[in-house]
C-alpha cells in the first residue's frame, strides 16, 4: 500500500515543486523589478531637490524684477507661466517616477522654461545695475549653482532609468509587465 500511494504522490509532488519554484521566481522578479522602480524614485528626488532649489531662487527673482523691468513684463510673465508649467509636469513624475508619458511633460515643460530664463538671464546682464544689485546677485548666483547640479541628477536618473528599463524588458521577466503594470520608462 506504502508503494502505491508513493507512486501516487510523486506526480503531485513535482508539480507542487514546480509551482513552488514558480511562485518564488515570480516574487524575485518582482521585488527585483520593484527595487528598480524605488532607484528610480530616489533619483527623481535629486533632481527635484534641485527644480525647489531653482524656484526657490527664480520666484523671488521674478518678484524683484517686476519694477526695474516693467518694460519687459511679457518677459517676466512667459517665465512665470513656463515655470507653473513645469512644476505642475514634476509634481506629475513625482507621483509616478516611472511614469514615461509624465516623464516626456516634464521633459517639454522644461524645455518651454529655457527659453524664457535665457532671455531674462540676457536682459538683466544688459542692464549692469540690475545684475550686481544686492537682492538680484545672490538668486541669480542660486540659480547659476542649479544647472550643474540639475544636470548631475538628470544623469543619475537617465543611469537608473537604464538599468530599470533593462530589467523590465529582460526575458523571462518581461512576461511580468503586463500582470503588474511595469513599464519602460524614459529618460530625461
Known sequence: MDDFSLAELRPWLIQVALLSLLVFWIVGAYNRLMRHRNALAA?????????TRRAAALEPLLTELQAPMASEANTLAALASA???????????????ASAAALQAWVVAEGELASPMARLSALVEQHSELAH?????????????TVPRLAYARQAYNGA??????????????????LFGFRPTARV
Open 43 to 51: 533619483a527623481w528626488g535629486q533632481i527635484d531637490e534641485q527644480l
Open 161 to 178: 532609468a537604464e538599468a530599470y528599463n533593462t530589467a523590465v524588458e529582460e526575458f523571462p521577466t518581461r512576461l511580468l509587465m503586463p
Open 83 to 97: 515655470l507653473e508649467k513645469q512644476q505642475t509636469a514634476a509634481r506629475q513624475v513625482r507621483a509616478r517616477p
Open 133 to 145: 544689485a544686492e537682492g538680484i546677485k545672490p538668486l541669480r548666483q542660486a540659480l547659476a549653482e
